[in-house]
């Protein structure tokens, strides 16, 4: 048991060395998911999600490495790269489309989120409205009055925030009467199992009403079926996401997949 507990440790300082020098080496990669609306099946966002090619090992998921970024100082400046790396990609874009970037707690709780996203957006020019970050339920277990503030400057940027995952974490409704979100994101492990007969439709269904009357928009997320497609629709969620409308892919391929959109 021991032993185990020391390889693994000596795993993730090997992953961490990794990280760094992928980092210095401008060895990581954004690839980018669509986020279709589903009234009209027309592109919203584009999601941007890391990837890491390991010389050695092949790709290491991001649930894999972003933990272990976490835990050190990394996870800062990885975030930054991939703001600005993301708010660039966006200037090549219509501007109907925006772009979401994913934003650990880690990172939140940093004193420099605020100058990391004013920089992102001031070196790409890209409109603040046009960035969205997705924030998971774990920002909240910080000190209540440093998230008030951090919510309260964003805001004032004009950025827009998303609430991802939403029913994996320590849920409460209260923090979406408390916080400014813009969009619930629906956790995958809700869509998964909606058409079945005692499945997650009227966990769904109620996040939808509380969203709608709070002037939010739902996306859900891993949608890989039609049938949870049509369900999703009837139960009246705005968007969706998942790879039955498209797996995550490269920067470069984008442009194809807005030109079978027909929006320019
Ligand atoms: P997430 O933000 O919830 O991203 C959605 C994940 O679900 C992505 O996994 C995506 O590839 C996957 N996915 C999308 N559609 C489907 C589907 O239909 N079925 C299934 N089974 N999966 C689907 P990925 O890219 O491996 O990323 C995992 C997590 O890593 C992300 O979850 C996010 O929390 C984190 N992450 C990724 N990029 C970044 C980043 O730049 N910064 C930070 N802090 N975290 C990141
Ligand atoms: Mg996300
Ligand atoms: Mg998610």
Known sequence: YSVDLKDEAEERRVLEEGLREALADDLLELHYQPVVRTEDNMVVTFEALIRWEHPERGTISPDVFIPIA??????????????????RDAMAWPKSVRVAVNVSAAQFAHSDLISIVTDALDRSGLEADRLELELTESVFMGDGDTID?????????????????????????????????????????????????????????????????????????????????MMLRALGCTDMQGYLISRPVEAEALARLLQVQGVS
């Open 70 to 87: 976490e835990e050190s100082d990394l996870i800062n400046q990885l975030g930054a790269w991939a703001l600005n790396r993301a708010c």
């Open 149 to 229: 503030d951090i919510f309260r400057a964003l805001k004032e940027l004009g950025v827009r925030l998303a609430l991802d995952d939403f029913g994996t974490g320590y849920s409460s409704l209260s923090y979406l009467q408390r916080f400014p979100f813009d969009k619930i994101k629906i956790d995958r492990c809700f869509v998964k199992d909606i058409i079945e007969s005692a499945g997650s439709s009227t966990i769904v269904q109620a996040v939808v009403n509380i969203a709608t009357v709070r002037n939010m928009t739902t996306t859900a997320e891993g949608v890989e079926t039609e049938p949870q497609r």
